[in-house]
């Protein structure tokens, strides 16, 4: 049985008077591989169908994650904790991430809720369109969205397990930094690289 304690840090309030409105935005931790994982093996399909050899597939397909783990970090560091001194904004900042600092351990809010990951997928792969056109576009955006997962199952990884190897507890480290420390630092979640390269990495107190 949960303790009050744990009931606290589990919990989150309704981001919505309406209870429809409010349902679409708890989601299953499951939703984003079923989601996208469909999505990934078709844009590689499409990408062979289209004459694209196998070395040229997994090149994209590592560019795409790479991809990934920058726009995590700006997402993360510009996006989320985006918060104008506006009411509404201070609204907006609460439904997009604020719920989520102030309830870290919410299940059904640790994953992007598919009415928002679906429209910024579509944003992103007409980016990727537009830059290189097709089919160069479907392979790269596989990989874009491989990282997406990757992100999305560290995050709640990280939040309901111990890990037990020297990058999992680092990556747990930095992270629970972010949300208990100073959360100007340590924007990557899946990754420190462009924590490291940006010099955001979290800080250790000094006694």
Do not use: C
């Amino acid at each position: 049985m949960a303790t009050p304690r744990t009931a606290q840090l589990s919990a989150s309030p309704p981001l919505f008077r309406s209870r429809f409105l409010d349902f679409f935005s708890r989601i299953h931790p499951a939703a984003p591989a079923l989601l996208f994982g469909p999505a990934i093996v078709v844009l590689i399909v499409l990408g062979a169908g289209e004459g694209q050899g196998a070395l040229e597939i997994v090149g994209l397909v590592v560019a795409g994650f790479l991809l990934w783990t920058l726009a995590e970090y700006w997402l993360h560091r510009k996006l989320f904790h985006w918060d104008p001194d506006h009411p509404i904004g201070h609204r907006l900042h609460f439904i997009i991430h604020g719920v989520h600092h102030d309830h870290p351990n919410d299940r059904m809010r640790l994953v992007m809720p598919p009415a928002a990951s679906i429209p910024l997928a579509a944003l992103f792969f007409g980016i990727f369109w537009l830059i290189v056109g097709l089919p160069t576009a479907y392979p790269l955006f596989a990989g874009f969205l491989v990282g997406y997962l990757v992100y999305d199952y560290t995050h709640y990884y990280l939040h309901h397990f111990v890990p037990k190897s020297q990058l999992g507890k680092r990556l747990r480290e930095a992270h629970m930094r972010h949300h208990f420390q100073d959360h100007r630092y340590g924007f990557g979640v899946s990754s420190p690289l462009w924590d490291k390269v940006f010099r955001t990495m979290p800080r250790t107190r000094r006694g």
